[in-house]
């Protein structure tokens, strides 16, 4: 038997057994929960059900500006983007996007519009590639966990190969690069996965996702925390009850494991040598608002390395980090040019990520999340 003690952020226990139910369900193979959602319809913790809405999921190869180039897609065929996530990782990018339509305010169910949809977004995501698998999109009308899902698409798209990885890594202090090992319990008869990184939120979650994505069952665990570091062990096997046998299939598993601790930089880069900036946006939504802002930060030469997008009532809280996109810090010439031009309509603040393992205390509205999980949970409890 599996016995953990969770807390929450600040340290506070969770023992809610309706908790523990969500994350059994939420963490299975396919990992939609609609029926979590009815038996707990008080708790919708980073669950995309902001009303009627279509759901779109797109995976490509990243570049500076795509996510305008999207937006304005959506814009230009009058869907309203209700709500967003996107990640990149590996010169690859995940996102989930929530779209209605613009003057009905109901989901898109007519097949000849989601056609079109499909096949610009195809377009954008291809770019000047010809080869199919370059970008996807698929659509759906149901509920899924937004951070389970884009561990899904990634892992399925296999951004823990190629040559953007070495190029990443180089970004990292070395005393706080992810450190994965794996040993056989004989007498046991498990695999054992030992991972020792910088300590995070989510960190457990994201390890579960892939070794579950990867068919493996995690018997036992051991998670501990010694300052900025988390240790952390887990005895698998896969699902046909062999262990990791093969020095390829350990060096895949830790690939697998690198990538999706990896995947949440922009989330975590407090420990990151490129600092991103953190731009936190509130604003009365409106249809093309979304295209707006990603415009202007791709005039002003700065690319989006992971966004969260919402709507709750009548406004739009938007969450973007970026980056240089030539890899250059931010200059505050730029930032005063941001200010400008969105912050004449818009609740508008700049946050640096800071490099240092503390984050420093910010003025004004900058301690507030805007991501999904924190917005429904503060908004629909």
């Not at 613009?102 to 610009?120: A, F, G, I």
């Not at 350990?250 to 900036?277: F, T």
């Not at 979304?290 to 930060?297: A, D």
């Amino acid at each position: 038997m599996d016995v953990f003690h969770v807390t929450d952020q600040q340290g506070k226990k969770l023992a809610d057994s309706k908790t523990i139910d969500y994350i059994e369900k939420a963490l299975g193979p396919k990992g939609h929960i609609t029926d979590v959602l009815k038996a707990w319809p008080g708790k919708r913790v980073g669950v995309h059900s902001v009303g009627d809405h279509t759901a779109i999921e797109l995976i490509g190869r990243d570049r500076p500006g795509l996510l305008s180039e999207i937006s304005a897609v959506l814009a230009n065929l009058h869907f309203n983007v209700v709500a967003a996530e996107v990640w990149t990782h590996n010169r690859r990018i995940a996102c989930v996007v929530y779209v209605n339509d613009n003057s009905t305010c109901q989901p898109v169910d007519d097949p000849n519009r989601l056609s079109t949809m499909e096949e610009q977004l195809k377009n954008i995501l291809r770019g000047c590639e010809d080869d199919e698998k370059v970008g996807r999109t698929s659509f759906s009308m149901g509920f899924t966990h937004v951070d389970r899902r884009l561990h899904q698409m990634l892992f399925a798209d296999r951004d823990y190969e190629g040559g953007g990885l070495a190029n990443e890594v180089d970004h990292y202090p070395p005393c706080f690069q992810p450190k994965i090992t794996i040993e056989r319990c004989e007498e046991k008869g498990y695999s054992v996965v030992s991972v020792r990184c910088k300590d995070r939120a989510k960190l457990m979650f994201d390890i579960v996702c892939t070794l579950t994505d990867m068919q493996y069952v995690v018997f036992h665990a051991t998670i501990s925390s010694d300052g900025p570091y988390a240790s952390q062990e887990y005895f698998i096997r896969h699902m046909d009850g062999c262990t990791l046998d093969t020095e390829g299939e350990k060096e895949r598993v830790i690939k697998c494991i690198d990538a999706a601790i990896r995947r949440r930089v922009s989330e975590v880069s407090n420990y990151h040598e490129i600092q991103d900036l953190r731009l936190e946006l509130c604003a009365k939504d409106r249809v093309g608002l979304l295209s707006e802002v990603t415009r202007i930060l791709r005039e002003n030469g700065l690319s989006v390395t992971r966004a969260g997008v919402t709507t709750i009532g009548e406004q739009a809280m938007n969450v973007f980090y970026v980056r240089d996109s030539s890899g250059n810090p931010v200059d505050i010439k730029t930032i005063e040019a941001l200010r400008k031009e969105i912050g004449h309509t818009t609740m508008f603040n700049v946050k640096k990520v800071p490099t240092s393992s503390k984050a420093p205390e910010t003025k004004g509205w900058g301690k507030t999340s805007f991501f999904f999980g924190n917005l429904l949970e503060r908004f629909l409890a």
